[in-house]
């Protein structure tokens, strides 16, 4: 143990309960809200912070939980150590047929990702997510993240969205 690491206790700073938010580091704010909106339904919030009311906040809201948009270059404090477009990995839930998702994502032109012999004959995999496992569509956004798209396996937790 060195002097900056603090010695393990067996009782942890916090429970985590849910994910209230999470930061993406963008090239483009308007291309985002437009992909986000148009291909997955989230809306597009415009705010200013108490700290920084001469700031122009954006966020994609969808279901209890937010995406805050930070553009490449003016980011805002505090962020991620390496805050870069493009590096993140992200699974959303949805009540929609993934197979009807990936058929419309088709036909509006995303770029889908192949996952060769693990998906079905319509593009769909099996994953195993937070609860269970998942049917899923892959895509990129305009940042080239990875964007998975999914159902529930089991009905009961599908009906819960």
Known sequence: MTADTPAATTTPAATISSLDHLVLTVKSIPATTKWYEQNLGMKHESFTSASSPEIRRHSLIFGDQKINLHEAGK???????????????????????????????????????????????????????????????????????????????????????
């Open 75 to 161: 980011e805002f404090e505090p962020k991620a150590h390496t805050a870069l477009p493009g590096t993140a990995d992200l699974c959303f839930l949805t009540h929609d047929d993934v197979v009807s998702v990936r058929e419309k994502l088709v036909a509006v032109g995303v770029k889908l990702v192949g996952l060769g012999t693990e998906q079905t004959e319509n593009g769909i995999v099996e994953r195993t997510g937070a609860r269970g496992k998942l049917r899923s569509v892959y895509c990129r956004d305009p940042d080239n993240n990875l964007i998975e798209i999914s159902n529930h396996v089991d009905p009961e937790l599908q009906e819960q969205l």
